[in-house]
């Protein structure tokens, strides 16, 4: 079983789960082209997941990735930084790693609170969410680059 | 960005035609529908019954408009799908926005 899903025929296949990359794309941090790797993801994911697994991991890669568009750079005329996502289809959920040649992640990023609905916040809720719904997430920063891993479980131990 | 808006038995309905309110559409979404909010009448209703997936930019905008109704104006929410309703409970900004389910809206049905 791979991320919640049979194989259609699994008499033809080798019994033991196999991770599977789903995708491995590398591409300038810019709104619309996150988007379109995102829904390129989705089309490729849909065959190896749940819906409900599908929703998670395309919310946390879009936070990410937006992330690393709007702020990755401190002088927007500067070109996009170049990210590097990779995603594998594993039994227990999905791996995912992210890097990127843009600016130092605030620290502060990694243990974001939930805003609080009472002060009408409009933002902070990215890397809430990302923290939320991934499971050992690690970051670190190498030459000049930021790398972030994490897995999205396929039955998540926090209400998602 | 695509909506459409109609008087629906007194109240304004914006419907968003668009399957993703993400970072890529939030700016022109906030600009689009911000017209509609902004200035006195009618109670509103955002329709949001084709967005499949919605980021926290898409939120954020969402909460923008809320922000900009005047005085004693109303923006209510419907039809948010599985995805879209997620971000809403996990933010808690389910709290903060009167969502009107899918079975709530009426003879008139939500189509």
């Known amino acids: 079983m791979i991320a919640g899903k049979q194989p259609e025929s699994p008499a033809g296949r080798d019994s033991k789960a196999q991770p599977i990359i789903v995708l491995t794309r590398s591409f300038p941090a810019l709104a619309d082209t996150v988007r379109e790797i995102l829904i390129l993801m989705t089309e490729r994911l849909r065959l190896h997941t749940t819906t409900d697994l599908l929703g998670r991991a395309e919310l946390v890669l879009a936070e990410l990735l937006n992330n690393v568009a709007q702020h990755g750079r401190a002088h927007s005329a500067d070109p996009a930084p170049i990210v590097h996502l990779s995603v594998v289809a594993q039994p227990d959920g999905l791996a995912c790693s992210v890097s990127d040649d843009g600016g130092l992640l605030p620290s502060i990023c990694l243990n974001s609170p939930p805003p609080d609905p009472r002060n009408d916040p409009e933002g902070g809720f990215g890397w809430f969410l990302i923290g939320h719904l991934t499971q050992s997430l690690i970051y670190f920063r190498e030459g000049e680059r930021n790398y972030v891993a994490f897995t999205i479980p396929l039955h998540p131990s926090k209400a998602a | ?111």
Not at chain 2, 73 to 89: D, E, G, H, K, S
């Open chain 2, 1 to 111: 960005m695509n909506l459409t808006v109609k008087d629906e038995s007194g109240q304004i309905v914006v419907r968003i035609v668009e399957r993703r309110l993400d970072a890529a559409i939030a700016g022109e979404f906030k600009d689009a529908v911000r017209p509609h909010v902004a200035m006195r009448g009618p109670d509103l209703l955002l329709d949001l019954g084709e967005v499949e997936f919605l980021d926290s930019s898409g939120l954020g905008a969402v909460i923008a408009l809320k922000k900009a109704l005047p005085e004693g104006r109303q923006m209510r929410l419907r039809r948010l799908t599985p995805n879209v309703a997620r971000v809403f409970r996990l933010t808690r900004m389910d709290q903060v926005f009167d969502i009107v389910d899918a079975a709530d809206c009426g003879k008139g049905g939500c189509a």
